[in-house]
C-alpha cells in the first residue's frame, strides 16, 4: 500500500542478489526485477536504483575472494566491476525497454549542499528525459575516511536529496524480528516501527544480517534517516523472483514510517547528515534559547570536540550529553575554542577580525 502512493521510489539492492554464493549471477533474477520496475515505470513512477555489487563482479572477473581485500585492490577493483555490472543492467534492462544511467556518488557530494542540489538536478532531469540512474558509491576514489562504505546508508542519502516518498532495502532478510528467527521459532517479523527506540536499536545490533557490509545496524541508520526526512522505508527480502511485487501483494517486510515533518528541504538535508565533524556541549541556558528557536551564542558553549571548518555539519549536546540539535557551524572548531563562553561583542577583539555573532544561525539548526 505505501508504494501505491509513491510517486518518487529509490530501491536498494545488496550484491548477494545479483551474485549467488559460487559468484554466479542470478540472470533470473535480475529479470523478474526488471520486470517489477517496467511495471512501477507504467505507472508513471520515477525510480532511482542502488545498486551494490561493484566489487563483488570485479572479484568474480579476476576470480579472487572479497574476503580480506586491503583498500586500495578493492578500490582497483570495484572499478573493473563497476563496468561488468553496468553492462550486466545495461544489458538485462534494454529487454525491457528500460533506459539506464550511472551515478556514481561520495559522501562529500552528498554532504556538502552545492553538490547534493546538483545531484538532486541531475536525478530531476533524468526523470524527465525518461531514464532510470543506477547509483553506486564511487569506491574507486572514495578514501576510508570519507566513505559511505554500505549503501544502505547512501540510498538513505539518496532518497532524501532526491525528494524520494520511500525507500526499499532489498537483501537476503525478510525484515526486522523481535529475535533472530534462525534460533528463536516464535520470533516475530516487526511489520510497522513508528519509532526507533532503544528497543529496535537492541534488537538490530543482535540481528543476523546478509552477507553485503551493512548488516542491520546500518539499515536501522538509514532508516533513521529516512523517517526525519519525510521518506518510508522498508527493509524487505529481495530473494524472490519478483521482489517488488511481492512487497506489493504481500507486504511481508518491516517499513519503518516517517515522522511528520514540516521543516524545508534544506533542513531536512541538514538533519539527516551521515557524518558530522563535532560537537558543541552547550549550558541549559542556550538550550532554553534553541527551544524558543533562536541561534546559539558562544556565551552558551561550554565545550566543543571534534576538528570541523566553517560550514560542517555539527552536532549539539545538552548537559547530560543528549544530542538536542543538529547545525551548520559559522566557525571553525579552533575559532570556537577561542570564543565559547564569552558574548558576542567579544568575538572581534577575540580573534582579531570581523565576523558573524551566532555560532550556529538558526536558519542552519534543526532541533531534534
Ligand atoms: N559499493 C560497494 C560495491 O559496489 C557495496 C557496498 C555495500 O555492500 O553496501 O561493491
Not at 534492462?93 to 551515478?103: A, E
Not at 527493509?235 to 517488488?244: E, F, H, Q, W, Y
Not at 563535532?278 to 541556558?285: K, N, P, R, T, V
Request: net charge positive; glycine share 6%; proline share 1%.
Amino acid at each position: 500500500m505505501y508504494l501505491k502512493e509513491s510517486k518518487i521510489i529509490v530501491i536498494k539492492i545488496g550484491s548477494s542478489l545479483l551474485i549467488d554464493d559460487n559468484k554466479k549471477i542470478r540472470k533470473k533474477w535480475l529479470s523478474g526485477f526488471s520486470r517489477d520496475i517496467q511495471e512501477l515505470l507504467n505507472q508513471n513512477k520515477k525510480i532511482i536504483i542502488v545498486s551494490s555489487g561493484a566489487i563483488a563482479m570485479g572479484c568474480k572477473k579476476l576470480n579472487l575472494s572479497k574476503k580480506n581485500l586491503k583498500l586500495d585492490k578493492s578500490q582497483a577493483i570495484a572499478s573493473i566491476g563497476q563496468i561488468e555490472l553496468m553492462n550486466l543492467f545495461s544489458k538485462t534492462f534494454l529487454k525491457f525497454k528500460i533506459n539506464i544511467s550511472q551515478i556514481l556518488l561520495t559522501l562529500e557530494d552528498t554532504e556538502q549542499r552545492r553538490r547534493a542540489l546538483n545531484a538532486k538536478r541531475t536525478f530531476e532531469n533524468l526523470f524527465q528525459l525518461g531514464f532510470v540512474p543506477i547509483v553506486n558509491e564511487n569506491d574507486s576514489i572514495a578514501t576510508s575516511e570519507i566513505k559511505y562504505g554500505d549503501n544502505d546508508r547512501l540510498a538513505s542519502r539518496v532518497a532524501q536529496i532526491s525528494g524520494a516518498d520511500a525507500l526499499i532495502l532489498l537483501s537476503d532478510v525478510d525484515g526486522l524480528y523481535t529475535q533472530n528467527p534462525k534460533i528463536y521459532k516464535n520470533a516475530k517479523l516487526l511489520r510497522i516501527i513508528k519509532d526507533i527506540n532503544q528497543d529496535i536499536e537492541k534488537i538490530a545490533t543482535k540481528s543476523i544480517g546478509e552477507h553485503g557490509t551493512g548488516g542491520m545496524k546500518t539499515k536501522i541508520d538509514a532508516a533513521k534517516i529516512c523517517q526525519l526526512s519525510g521518506c518510508k522505508m522498508a527493509i524487505a527480502n529481495g530473494l524472490s523472483l519478483r521482489p517488488i511485487k511481492k512487497i506489493i501483494n504481500k507486504n511481508n517486510c518491516t517499513w519503518f514510517l516517517p515522522k511528520i515533518s514540516k521543516l524545508d528541504a534544506r533542513k531536512k538535508w541538514i538533519i539527516s547528515s551521515v557524518s558530522p565533524k563535532g560537537e558543541l556541549y552547550i549550558d541549559d541556558g542556550a538550550k532554553q534559547a534553541l527551544t524558543k528557536g533562536k541561534s546559539l551564542l558562544a556565551a552558551g558553549i561550554k565545550k566543543v570536540t571534534g576538528k570541523f571548518n566553517k560550514g560542517d555539519h555539527i552536532k549539539i549536546l545538552d548537559k547530560i550529553n543528549k544530542e538536542c540539535a543538529r547545525g551548520l557551524s559559522s566557525f571553525s572548531s579552533d575559532e570556537i575554542l577561542k570564543i565559547m563562553g564569552h558574548h558576542s561583542k567579544e568575538i572581534e577583539k577575540l580573534l582579531g577580525y570581523i565576523s558573524k555573532s551566532e555560532v550556529v544561525h538558526k536558519d542552519d539548526m534543526v532541533e531534534l
